[in-house]
């Protein structure tokens, strides 16, 4: 608890390590209301506020007018002690960004602290460093993308994706049979499912999918779609195949077995109940991305055929591949450890 | 032929393969939940209040995702309750957040797409905002949730005889990895939804401070943190509810074999 307060309060006053402006909301007027009403008939109220602004890593105070709309769909409604990121433009202080910072940085310190309070210092430490080795692995993909002319995309982000997996798993695991075997399952139905998917597109002159309405696109959106599906899929599949072969190992701690047929059958009972869920996992993320444009464009007047069409449509596709991908994982999983303990057994 | 009814073909197919009866209730159930968040959608856009639409239908759509996904009803029984408790206390955290953070709506990165579409529809994106929070979540809940308690009870079915300290011993073991390879997976998946993102903020050159404070970096950040917490909780919920009952079970069954 005390940490927490900490973290909260050092974001708080962080300011001294931003090169723009930062300032502290101190006092807030509201005036001008009126409605309005857009040619759809929703009816909605603009507002002006003058926010004084005290600056908190420079000197002075400054008033910035800020104009809202009660929706709030794109503007903010700023409040007394809300801290701001500004920009000088000119001679005019105008805001950049709300400081998130803080409530970030607390929510992710709240999950480390829980984290230690569950598993121990040990674990939490290679959970998180795998974590931060991922976001660097990623880093670098990235800037490769972006700075390497004509770069295969499809071909760093697979590289990534398995290298993502291999430290993920060492790290979680441990460098042990069980690590290797959930890794080799866990690329090679990767691999299967995007197999399935690239011959689907193939067969059917990817009729229906509308990769233009990809979002925030600065290249090929096809091949950066399929870049985002290896390292969702691995994701997905990754936890999967180490759940089935986590319990396979459970259950070998109990009593070892020799008997292939064992280990398939308890493989894949388990995960004929975690299938559905983890299938809705990601449908669930993949929706929910895309409600708030749903939202807007229903209000727009648009009708459902289109608003599919144009917003749900790829995080369709990507939830469908991605549960392929789930399915296929039962029965790799399954028949690899029952393949392998199997033999292991026999051995020596 | 349309790509995507023949992947739906292909992912029906493999179902019923894999998991038979199972399989086509866990498809129909997938089906069942598109409705559901249909419904949630024509709900809230007709400005019922959003805190008691998100509550039932996500308990709707935790039922229906637990229920039809598990033939064991012990199993669903504790993983729905878990689930409902942890996604009761996240839904608080979220509003809390949404609050503090204003992470609704959009930005001006998003100016091309909403080009021709009115802003000003009278609707309120910061309860559609803490609506994006919680439905995210429900699925990373559930599932957790799910793989703990079948996980263990397929342990406490394949050997009889055990201590309740051995079966709290497995709860440990088998919760931390389900913990590290789910909050794994949630991490993977986020990363993947939003690379295009990304890829705009580095070939634009944001600068540090808009990489930690732009609202749609920090909206996802913050979607996935909560269902890390989602997972903690459940698995840490779920694990208690199976080790009570086990060691309930045996009390009875000491008390059952004195009476005979």
Redesign the interface.
């Known amino acids: 608890m005390i940490a927490l307060a900490a973290v909260w309060l050092f974001l708080r006053h962080d300011a001294f390590l ?3 402006p930062v300032g502290e909301i101190t006092r807030v007027k509201q005036h001008t209301l009126h409605h ?1 009403t ?3 008939n ?3 109220i ?1 507002i002006n506020q003058t926010l004084t602004i005290k600056l908190l890593n420079r000197h002075g105070n400054v008033t910035v007018v800020n104009q809202y ?6 503007s ?2 700023y409040r007394i002690g809300d801290q701001l ?1 500004l920009e000088k433009i000119g001679q005019h202080m105008h805001i ?6 803080m ?2 940085g607390t ?2 310190a ?2 480390v602290a ?2 230690l309070l ?2 121990k210092w040990r ?1 939490t430490s290679w ?1 998180l460093l ?2 931060l080795i ?1 976001i660097g692995l ?1 880093a670098g993909a ?2 490769l ?2 700075h390497v002319k004509n770069a295969n995309v499809l071909l760093i ?1 697979s590289v990534l994706a398995t290298l ?1 997996a291999a430290a ?1 798993l060492v790290l ?2 441990g460098k042990t049979l069980q690590m290797a075997v959930t890794l080799l399952t866990t690329l090679l139905t990767t691999a299967m499912t995007i197999a ?2 690239l011959i ?2 193939r ?2 002159g ?4 509308h990769f233009e309405t ?6 090929v959106p096809a091949t ?1 779609f399929m ?6 899929v ?3 599949v ?2 999967e195949a ?2 089935i072969v ?2 396979l190992f ?2 070998r701690r ?2 070892v077995s020799v008997r292939f047929i064992d280990y398939w059958h ?1 493989g ?22 895309t ?10 007047g648009n009708n459902w055929a289109y608003i599919l069409d144009q917003t749900m ?1 790829l995080g ?2 990507q939830t ?2 991605s ?2 991908g789930i ?2 994982a ?2 790799v999983t399954s028949a690899l450890v029952g393949w392998i303990m199997s033999r292991k057994v026999m051995t020596p | ?8 073909i ?2 029906f197919i ?2 019923v393969f ?3 009866g ?2 086509i ?3 129909l ?2 089906i069942i ?2 409705f559901v ?1 249909f419904i949630l ?1 024509i709900l ?2 007709w400005q019922f209040n959003p805190y008691v639409v998100t509550a039932i239908m996500g308990t709707i ?1 935790l039922a229906v ?2 229920y ?5 009803a012990d ?1 669903a029984d504790t993983a729905f309750k878990t689930s409902v408790i942890v996604v009761a206390i996240l839904m608080l955290l979220s509003i809390v ?1 949404q609050y ?8 001006n ?2 100016s091309e ?2 080009e021709g ?10 309860h ?2 803490m ?3 919680v ?6 809940v ?2 957790a949730a ?2 703990i308690v ?2 263990l009870n ?2 406490v079915q ?2 009889t005889d ?1 201590t309740s300290q051995s079966l709290y011993a ?1 709860t440990r ?21 939003n ?6 903020f ?2 634009l050159k944001y ?1 540090l ?2 990489f ?4 749609l970096l ?1 909206v996802e ?3 996935m ?5 989602g997972i ?2 459940s ?2 919920l779920a694990s208690w509810f199976v080790v009570r009952r086990y060691v309930r079970q045996q009390k009875v069954g000491i008390n059952n074999e004195r009476d005979i």
Do not use: C
């Open positions: 931003y090169q723009n309005i857009d040619e759809h929703n009816s909605d603009v709309v009660a929706s709030q769909a794109m903010h409604q990121l950049l960004s709300l400081k998130r910072d409530v970030v929510l992710i709240l999950l829980l984290l569950y598993n674990a959970l795998s974590m991922n990623f990235l800037i993308n972006v982000f993502f993920s979680v695991l399935i998917l689907s597109l067969l059917t990817n009729l229906g999918v990809m979002s925030y696109v600065t290249q950066l870049a985002q599906t290896v390292i969702g691995l994701g997905a990754m936890d180490a759940d986590a319990m459970g259950v109990e009593r308890s894949m009972t388990v995960d004929r109940d975690i299938m559905g869920t983890l299938i809705n996992v990601l449908f669930m993320i993949f929706i929910a991305e409600l708030p444009m749903v939202f807007l464009m229903l209000r727009n449509n369709i596709l469908i591949i549960g392929i399915v296929l039962v029965p | 032929m349309n790509t995507i009814g023949l992947l739906v292909i992912l493999l179902m894999v998991g038979g199972q399989g209730k866990a498809f159930g997938l939940n598109f968040i959608i809230i856009n759509i995702a637990i039809l996904g598990a033939d064991n199993v957040i503090f953070g204003q992470f609704q709506g959009f930005a990165e998003n797409e909403l579409l009115s802003l000003t529809v009278g609707l309120s994106f910061s559609i905002a609506i994006v929070m439905i995210s979540i429900l699925g990373a559930s599932e799910m793989a079948a996980d397929e342990v394949r050997t055990m497995h073991i088998i919760g931390g990895q389900i913990l590290g390879t789910a909050i794994n997976t949630l991490f993977f998946g986020v990363l993947g939804a690379l295009p993102l990304l890829i705009w580095v070939r600068s401070a808009m930690v404070n732009a609202k920090m950040v913050v979607t943190v909560l269902g890390m917490l903690l909780l698995i840490w």
